[in-house]
């Protein structure tokens, strides 16, 4: 790799500096908001990736399909900031932060409005491109005292400092909850705390893989760094900074085109099982389901298909029923809705080379081809092989949305699941259409489930005008949250993954993906035994999404009734979260218009509390509620800290007064989901939802706690 070297200044304005640099490349630094500041390297060649369809700052508005320029700046309020030019270096100053830039080396340095340093570049050459690879990396400045979060759904402690991270989607299946990497989503946005307790965010605009090293990696020639490795893409961050994470988060979140706000049943508790979908009879079992848990009197809001409603044998077939599993689907859909129960399919983007509409698409020039040859790239999918839809091709997408409007919705189904969309094509000559421009798929790997999720979206809007729309997705970048739910995707049954899982839940949350979850119960390894299970439904009972799916390889199937024994508890939990649905419906408007997380760790609301940085298993929801889940087996009793900030906290079931700021030992009995709600919290809770399966159950009354 090779340094950037001198830059040499060309222009200084009051909207930003405009640089040049050695071999005809450029380098500037834009001003867009008080508090937001862009900074990117163009390449003498042009940018590799001279469109973005993470940036949309227009509210209301979306990014068109094709893109949007990489070098537009509409949207933004771009207020002047004062310039100060000196022998050598230029300083931009907003009223919330300032940036100071050396010609010799290149360098950048970030100061509050206070004039209290906040970060800057790596003093001993901080910037560098690799003619070779193709690759760009960015060094930072590490103090050991920094604390790092964000970077999607990464595994392990919230403070990712130490850690060398990947954002390269994978589909990854029984992965290691406390280590593993990477997993699902490529989102490449790290939110920073830094030693004087400000904080700052920097998110990289690419869509090519990159590495974060957070303080992994050593070198005796510089003092401690950081820094990202961007495969072969564009060097192009957005610095944003705040008072607390949540000022930092807001403005991440509007920068990429806000929260989409879900239809209030998809809050409900939601069932699906692979072994459901994938018995010989499956249609007769799940009409067995909706009879036993309405004999059950459990509240279920939905049922996802998972994909065995498309299978012969082991392989999937997107948009296609087995009727001898499924002889008559429209009459089973007709009779979830009538249980009060909405519906909802996985779909699949990958054709399997026997699909019966494999020469259909390949025709139309509709999959990821060979740049070469031309020719579809076929590679293993599930238990056979297969060819990607190529959603930068308008073909595709017509034809994905033709057969999502017969084959599912028009069957009663009422919102598409996108799955396995990670797009892992390992093949270099990998290329896709591009909207007439076209991108080589390590490129364009996450934007496909972007664009897949966005087909699915809209399809559903044109299907039903007059309803609101749902989707979910499993893989993406930043963007999916503009149209998504997702979650934690294929986790394990045991212990370790359910508290593991909790910080994934709340780093993704820190992210900016408000919408998520995890499959409650583990959806592979062994059947979950009682306690486990029971436990797992408490610790999730709670979250944006409760979704209860499994695959396991005896066929047993995560339902609320799995175990005798603890299924009236089971049914208490799910009824908690009906209970809490107006706060919770609450937190959902918030996310919406607010950009604020809906789950979060303490410090989120309590960032001045030294103690809440402490790794933990609570969070809160909202901004009233702490939640302390049972995560050790055996356990009917544990510590939990209070923070200081409210008068006091109270117990939500017993209303019982403990001290802010202090570690309480509590009484956590099998039956009993730790929950306390914070002095001075009023909060709406519904009635009458014990048996019922309605999702739309208006606050009924309020409980208020400052006694």
Not at 137 to 163: F, I, N
Not at 270 to 287: C, F, N, R, Y
Not at 545 to 572: E, F, I, Q, Y
């Given at each position: 790799?090779?340094?950037?070297?001198?830059?040499?200044?060309?222009?200084?304005h009051?909207h930003?500096?405009?640089?040049?640099?050695?071999?005809?490349?450029?380098?500037?630094?834009?001003?867009?908001?008080?508090?937001?500041?862009?900074v990117?390297y163009?390449?003498?060649?042009?940018?590799?990736?001279?469109?973005?369809?993470?940036?949309?700052?227009?509210?209301?508005?979306d990014?068109?399909?094709s893109?949007?320029?990489?070098?537009d700046?509409?949207?933004?309020?771009?207020?002047?900031?004062?310039?100060i030019e000196?022998?050598?270096?230029?300083?931009?100053?907003?009223?919330?932060?300032?940036v100071t830039?050396?010609?010799?080396p290149?360098?950048?340095s970030?100061?509050d409005?206070?004039?209290?340093?906040?970060?800057s570049?790596?003093a001993?050459?901080?910037?560098?491109?690799?003619q070779?690879?193709?690759?760009?990396?960015h060094?930072?400045?590490?103090?050991r005292?920094e604390?790092?979060?964000?970077?999607?759904?990464?595994?392990g402690?919230?403070d990712?400092?130490?850690?060398?991270?990947?954002?390269?989607?994978?589909?990854?299946?029984?992965?290691?909850?406390?280590?593993?990497?990477?997993?699902?989503?490529?989102?490449?946005?790290?939110?920073?705390?830094?030693?004087?307790?400000?904080?700052?965010?920097i998110?990289?605009?690419?869509?090519?893989?990159?590495?974060f090293?957070?303080?992994c990696?050593?070198?005796?020639?510089h003092?401690?760094?950081?820094?990202?490795?961007i495969?072969?893409?564009?060097?192009?961050?957005?610095v944003m900074v705040?008072?607390?994470?949540?000022?930092v988060i807001a403005?991440?979140v509007?920068l990429i085109?806000?929260?989409?706000?879900?239809?209030?049943w998809s809050?409900g508790f939601?069932?699906t099982?692979?072994?459901?979908t994938?018995a010989s009879?499956?249609q007769?079992?799940l009409?067995?389901?909706i009879?036993?848990?309405?004999?059950?009197?459990?509240?279920?809001s939905s049922?996802?298909?998972g994909?065995?409603?498309?299978s012969r044998?082991?392989?999937?077939y997107?948009f296609?029923?087995?009727?001898?599993k499924f002889p008559?689907?429209?009459s089973?859909?007709a009779?979830?809705?009538?249980?009060?129960?909405?519906?909802?399919?996985?779909?699949?983007?990958?054709?399997?080379?026997?699909?019966?509409?494999y020469?259909?698409?390949?025709?139309q020039g509709?999959?990821i081809?060979?740049a070469?040859?031309?020719?579809p790239?076929?590679?293993?999918?599930?238990d056979?092989v297969?060819a990607?839809?190529?959603?930068?091709h308008p073909?595709?997408?017509?034809?994905?949305?033709?057969?999502?409007?017969?084959?599912v919705?028009?069957?009663?189904?009422?919102?598409?699941?996108?799955?396995?969309?990670?797009?892992a094509?390992?093949?270099d000559?990998?290329?896709?259409?591009?909207?007439?421009?076209?991108?080589p798929?390590?490129?364009?790997?996450?934007?496909?489930?972007?664009?897949?999720?966005?087909?699915?979206?809209?399809?559903?809007?044109v299907?039903?005008?007059d309803?609101?729309v749902f989707?979910?997705?499993?893989?993406?970048?930043p963007?999916?949250?503009?149209y998504?739910?997702?979650?934690t995707?294929?986790?394990?049954?045991?212990?370790?993954?359910?508290?593991w899982?909790?910080?994934t839940g709340?780093?993704?949350s820190?992210?900016?993906m408000?919408?998520i979850?995890?499959?409650v119960g583990?959806?592979?390894?062994?059947?979950?035994?009682p306690?486990?299970?029971?436990r797992?439904?408490q610790?999730c009972?709670?979250?944006?999404?409760?979704?209860?799916?499994?695959?396991?390889?005896?066929?047993?199937v995560?339902?609320?009734?799995?175990?005798p024994?603890?299924?009236?508890d089971?049914?208490?939990?799910?009824?908690?979260?009906y209970?809490?649905?107006?706060?919770?419906w609450s937190?959902?408007?918030r996310?919406?218009?607010?950009?604020?997380?809906?789950?979060?760790p303490?410090?989120?609301?309590f960032?001045d509390?030294a103690q809440?940085?402490?790794?933990?298993?609570?969070?809160?929801?909202g901004?009233?509620?702490?939640?302390?889940p049972?995560?050790?087996a055996?356990?009917?009793?544990?510590?939990?800290?209070l923070?200081?900030?409210?008068?006091?906290?109270?117990?939500?079931?017993?209303?019982?007064?403990?001290?802010?700021?202090?570690?309480?030992?509590?009484?956590?009995?099998?039956?009993?989901?730790?929950?306390?709600?914070r002095?001075?919290?009023t909060i709406?809770?519904a009635?009458g939802?014990?048996?019922?399966h309605r999702?739309?159950?208006p606050?009924?009354?309020?409980r208020?706690?400052?006694?």
């Amino acid at each position: 790799m090779k340094t950037f070297g001198r830059a040499r200044v060309s222009r200084a304005h009051e909207h930003g500096v405009d640089l040049s640099l050695d071999g005809g490349a450029g380098f500037s630094i834009q001003v867009l908001e008080s508090t937001l500041v862009r900074v990117r390297y163009q390449p003498a060649t042009g940018y590799r990736e001279p469109r973005t369809w993470a940036i949309a700052p227009q509210a209301g508005e979306d990014v068109a399909w094709s893109g949007r320029q990489r070098d537009d700046t509409g949207g933004f309020s771009r207020p002047g900031a004062q310039v100060i030019e000196q022998p050598g270096q230029v300083t931009l100053r907003t009223s919330a932060l300032s940036v100071t830039l050396k010609e010799d080396p290149l360098n950048l340095s970030w100061q509050d409005s206070e004039g209290r340093a906040l970060f800057s570049d790596r003093a001993t050459s901080s910037y560098f491109a690799s003619q070779r690879t193709g690759a760009v990396r960015h060094y930072l400045q590490r103090d050991r005292a920094e604390r790092y979060y964000g970077l999607g759904d990464k595994t392990g402690p919230l403070d990712l400092h130490g850690r060398r991270l990947r954002t390269l989607a994978l589909d990854s299946l029984g992965y290691d909850p406390k280590v593993g990497d990477p997993l699902y989503k490529h989102w490449p946005f790290v939110l920073t705390r830094a030693p004087g307790g400000q904080w700052w965010g920097i998110y990289y605009d690419t869509l090519s893989a990159c590495t974060f090293d957070l303080g992994c990696e050593h070198d005796n020639y510089h003092d401690p760094f950081r820094y990202v490795e961007i495969d072969d893409g564009d060097l192009d961050y957005y610095v944003m900074v705040g008072d607390t994470p949540g000022d930092v988060i807001a403005q991440f979140v509007r920068l990429i085109g806000g929260t989409h706000l879900p239809p209030r049943w998809s809050l409900g508790f939601a069932q699906t099982a692979m072994g459901l979908t994938d018995a010989s009879d499956a249609q007769k079992q799940l009409d067995g389901f909706i009879t036993r848990i309405e004999a059950e009197g459990i509240a279920c809001s939905s049922f996802h298909y998972g994909s065995g409603y498309s299978s012969r044998g082991k392989r999937r077939y997107v948009f296609t029923w087995n009727s001898d599993k499924f002889p008559d689907p429209k009459s089973l859909n007709a009779r979830f809705h009538a249980a009060g129960m909405h519906v909802v399919a996985n779909l699949k983007p990958c054709l399997l080379d026997d699909h019966p509409a494999y020469g259909e698409v390949r025709a139309q020039g509709g999959f990821i081809h060979d740049a070469q040859s031309g020719q579809p790239v076929v590679e293993q999918f599930w238990d056979g092989v297969g060819a990607h839809l190529d959603f930068t091709h308008p073909a595709a997408v017509a034809w994905w949305q033709k057969n999502l409007q017969a084959q599912v919705l028009d069957y009663g189904i009422d919102t598409g699941w996108n799955d396995n969309n990670e797009y892992a094509i390992m093949d270099d000559g990998a290329m896709c259409h591009g909207f007439g421009e076209a991108i080589p798929m390590h490129r364009a790997r996450p934007l496909h489930p972007l664009l897949m999720t966005r087909a699915t979206f809209e399809a559903q809007a044109v299907h039903r005008p007059d309803a609101e729309v749902f989707t979910v997705t499993r893989g993406g970048s930043p963007g999916i949250q503009r149209y998504a739910q997702t979650w934690t995707g294929d986790n394990t049954t045991s212990w370790e993954t359910m508290r593991w899982n909790i910080r994934t839940g709340l780093q993704m949350s820190l992210s900016g993906m408000f919408n998520i979850g995890h499959d409650v119960g583990g959806f592979a390894g062994p059947t979950p035994e009682p306690e486990l299970f029971l436990r797992w439904v408490q610790a999730c009972c709670l979250n944006p999404r409760m979704v209860m799916n499994s695959w396991k390889a005896d066929g047993t199937v995560n339902v609320p009734w799995l175990h005798p024994a603890v299924t009236a508890d089971v049914a208490a939990a799910i009824r908690l979260r009906y209970t809490l649905m107006p706060y919770l419906w609450s937190l959902f408007e918030r996310a919406h218009s607010l950009q604020q997380p809906i789950i979060r760790p303490t410090f989120y609301d309590f960032p001045d509390d030294a103690q809440c940085f402490a790794d933990s298993d609570d969070f809160m929801l909202g901004d009233a509620l702490l939640v302390a889940p049972v995560v050790q087996a055996g356990a009917t009793s544990r510590s939990v800290y209070l923070p200081q900030g409210p008068e006091a906290w109270f117990d939500f079931h017993t209303g019982a007064r403990f001290e802010a700021g202090q570690v309480h030992t509590v009484a956590a009995p099998l039956s009993t989901l730790p929950l306390f709600a914070r002095f001075g919290a009023t909060i709406a809770v519904a009635a009458g939802v014990a048996g019922s399966h309605r999702h739309d159950d208006p606050a009924s009354g309020v409980r208020s706690f400052s006694g």
